[in-house]
């Protein structure tokens, strides 16, 4: 089996380039690390690469980034991925401080990159916008989450972190509680990606910072039941919902098979299960409005 660790990066294409790469500065606080032509590559201020744009037609998120487990060579990967029906390609230097990676589409038609080596970028740190940890997680819509979380399960080598009843399951490839998440719908599309900050003051200022720049924050402040982040969730430019978020649950020892205890866990211990549907998701907090409900129809 494959065995993906982190969420590297996100691809994203953009008809309004410059627009996005504003936003990406100057909102949530990356820095532009390099650019080559109409892709522009943007990293925390620790050079750690989370974000690459592209100019396309329209907007969406055409790839991910996943730093996997250097016991298997990319050929046995290759291997791998093809006795499950998933031909990929081996590139060179297709991203900066990633010399190496191997390209696939999954099932849902998302290009997937899976990379062992890589560096961190020289920047220079930005002095604006939120300035987060790191790229978090991502979630998308898909018309069979059950089938596309068993590919991420069975070919990558996640685990099964939660399920809101048969419609949402949440993925960890890491100690967090969920790196991707699969949320039942109509259209297959991404529905949120999600940065981690580093405290309540951090994301109270990135909720100052929100009300500065006219984002509505469209949810949040709210504590969520699986996972227990803390999150606030705003709309960018590209009117692709974007969460900041705190106090993520993480699995530390995956042999033990709990969460790392905090107090407002409501299971003690917090293992992985089923939340029904019937009960209110959160531990506290507003419900979301109007300009988030519009994400779900």
């Keep these: 089996m494959i065995k993906a660790k982190r969420l590297g990066y996100a691809y994203f294409e953009t008809a309004d380039l410059e627009q996005q790469i504003d936003y990406f500065q100057n909102v949530v606080g990356l820095t532009v690390a390099a650019r080559d032509g109409n892709r522009v590559f943007l990293a925390t201020n620790t050079g750690l690469l989370s974000v690459v744009l ?10 991910l980034g996943f730093e996997v487990s250097p016991e298997l060579s990319f050929e046995d990967m290759k291997k791998r991925l093809l006795a499950d029906g998933f031909p990929s390609d081996i590139r060179s230097d297709a991203l900066p401080g ?5 390209t696939f589409t999954d099932p849902k038609g998302t290009q997937v990159d899976l990379f062992s080596e890589w560096s961190f970028l020289p920047v220079t740190p930005v002095t604006s916008g939120a300035g987060p940890n790191k790229l978090g997680h991502l979630a998308w819509v898909c018309q069979d989450p ?16 939660d399920w809101i009843g048969d419609y949402f399951g949440f993925l960890r490839c890491g100690v967090d509680h969920h790196t ?28 100052d910072l ?10 949040g402040p709210v504590r969520h039941g ?5 999150a606030a969730y705003h709309r960018n430019p590209d009117d692709q919902m974007v ?3 705190i106090d993520l649950d993480k699995m530390l020892d995956e042999e033990l098979g709990y969460f790392d205890p905090r107090p407002w866990h409501g299971d003690r211990p ?12 959160d531990k506290w907090g507003l419900p979301p409005g109007p300009n988030w409900v519009r994400q779900n129809k």
């Design 270 to 281: 917090q293992k992985p299960k089923v939340w029904s549907p019937n009960e209110p998701r």
């Design 54 to 63: 592209q100019k396309a037609a329209e907007q969406r998120c055409a790839r």
């Design 226 to 230: 699986p996972g227990h982040n803390v």
């Design 243 to 245: 969460e900041f978020f």
């Design 98 to 102: 990633t010399p190496k990676s191997l």
């Design 180 to 207: 991707v998440n699969f949320i039942r719908g109509p259209q297959e599309r991404m529905h949120h990606f999600a940065f981690e900050l580093r405290d309540p003051t951090h994301l109270h200022n990135a909720c």
């Design 146 to 161: 059950k089938a596309i979380s068993d590919f991420y399960v069975n070919v990558l080598g996640f685990r099964v972190s």
């Design 210 to 219: 929100l009300g500065r720049k006219k984002l509505e924050i469209v949810w």
